[in-house]
Each structure stands twice: as C-alpha cells, then as structure tokens.
Antibody
Framework: EVQLLESGGGLVQPGGSLRLSCAAS????????MNWVRQAPGKGLEWVST????????YYADSVKGRFAISRDNSKNTLYLQMNSLRAEDTAVYYC????????????WGQGTLVTVSS | QSALTQPASVSGSPGQSITISCTGT?????????VSWYQQHPGKAPKFLIY???KRPSGISNRFSASKSGNTASLTISGLQAEDEADYYC??????????FGTGTKVTVL
C-alpha cells in the first residue's frame, strides 16, 4: 500500500525558512517523480514543484522559483521541500504527491502539513 | 500559467447527474490529452478520479465519467449520492513536468 507522510510544517515568521519532509513507502521510491502541491486556507490547489526519480531534474512554479528547493534522498525514501524567504502568501497546507509515470498523473497524495507564515 | 476556470459551485438532487466544466487554453487543456480530476472532502487530501482526459483508475466508481472538447474538459457525476458532496479540481499537464489546476468546484447534494 502506497503511503506518503508529510512532516515539518509549523509557524514561521516572514523571511524565515522551513524544511518539509515526505516519507514514502509501499512503492519503489526512486522509480517515480514526486510533486509538492499546496492549498492556501479556503483556496484551491496550486502545483509547487516536481523532481525526477533520480533527483537530477527539478521544476518549480514561478511563485516559488528562487526561494524553494525540492530534493530527495532515495536511500531514505524521503522527499524534501526547503522553503526560504517565506511570505504570508506561502501559508498553506503542503501535500506531497507521487507521479504515475505513464500518465504523469498525481495518483497518490499524503495527508498534508500546514505551514503558517506570520509574525 | 493561469488557473483553469471551473464553476464555483454545482448542485443536484440525489440520483441526478451533474457536469463540471474546466476551461483552459490551447497551451494547456487543448495541447495535451492529460487532464486529470480530483475529489477533495473537507479537511482531507485530494483523491485521484480521472486521468488522460477520460480514463478511470481501478476502484473509482463508474458514476464518474469525463470528456474533453477543444480547450474544455468536463466531469460528469451520475446517480448523485450524498457522499459525492465535495470539492472537485481539474488539472492539466502543461509540459516540462509542470501542471496547472482548476479553480475548484464545490458540489452540493440537495
């Protein structure tokens, strides 16, 4: 059974940093690209970032480019999102999602972790 | 990349059918046969319903169907049930491992 468990969320001041983690199990982690998707309170879903299975290729939404960094440790089956220069508008629940390679669809999602950026 | 446009809300009575539209552009929805749909109940993670415009993964009820014409994708829920009350999002792959989601539609079962 595929399981994704995010952690690392919390309250951080504007301009601060936070690192999210997503522990994966139930599939061959290194064979799949992974995504981060966020949802601001009461708002819709927003794609944030994607990383290839090997970790060699990364992609970002314009809203986070230059501030966020996605990475992975395939030996630990763990996905990360390093978030720097945080802004109030980054406040959201952050979900990690596995990508099904043949269809590039996000087929499994974690339960999410809440990041609140506030002074 | 702008969010795909969905109606804010759609409602229907139990047993009825409803359709949710998802309008994009020739750069996203119209360029790839890679629209997916997700269901999200309050406080829960999104659940994968549809992939490649109209295909259902195993385990998803055949009451959910989808189609696409030009730059507009659609999700139809037939035989509406109370458990279908949720938010629904479309999502289009837009190349280079990037995605755009729809604005979301709240489905209410009357």
């Amino acid at each position: 059974e595929v399981q994704l468990l995010e952690s690392g969320g919390g309250l951080v001041q504007p301009g601060g940093s936070l690192r999210l983690s997503c522990a994966a199990s139930g599939f061959t982690f290194s064979s799949y690209a992974m995504n981060w998707v966020r949802q601001a309170p009461g708002k819709g879903l927003e794609w944030v970032s994607t990383i290839s299975g090997s970790g060699d290729s990364t992609y970002y939404a314009d809203s986070v480019k230059g501030r966020f960094a996605i990475s992975r440790d395939n030996s630990k089956n763990t996905l990360y999102l390093q978030m720097n220069s945080l802004r109030a508008e980054d406040t959201a629940v952050y979900y990690c999602a596995k990508r099904e390679e043949a269809t590039v669809t996000m087929d499994y999602w974690g339960q999410g972790t809440l990041v609140t950026v506030s002074s | 990349q702008s969010a795909l446009t969905q109606p804010a809300s759609v409602s229907g009575s139990p047993g009825q059918s409803i359709t949710i539209s998802c309008t994009g552009t020739s750069s996203d929805v119209g360029s790839y046969n890679l629209v997916s749909w997700y269901q999200q109940h309050p406080g829960k993670a999104p659940k994968f319903l549809i992939y490649e415009d109209s295909k259902r993964p195993s385990g998803i009820s055949n009451r959910f169907s989808a189609s696409k014409s030009g730059n507009t994708a659609s999700l139809t829920i037939s035989g509406l049930q109370a458990e279908d009350e949720a938010d629904y999002y479309c999502c289009s792959y837009v190349g280079s491992s990037t995605y755009v989601f729809g604005t979301g539609t709240k489905v209410t079962v009357l």
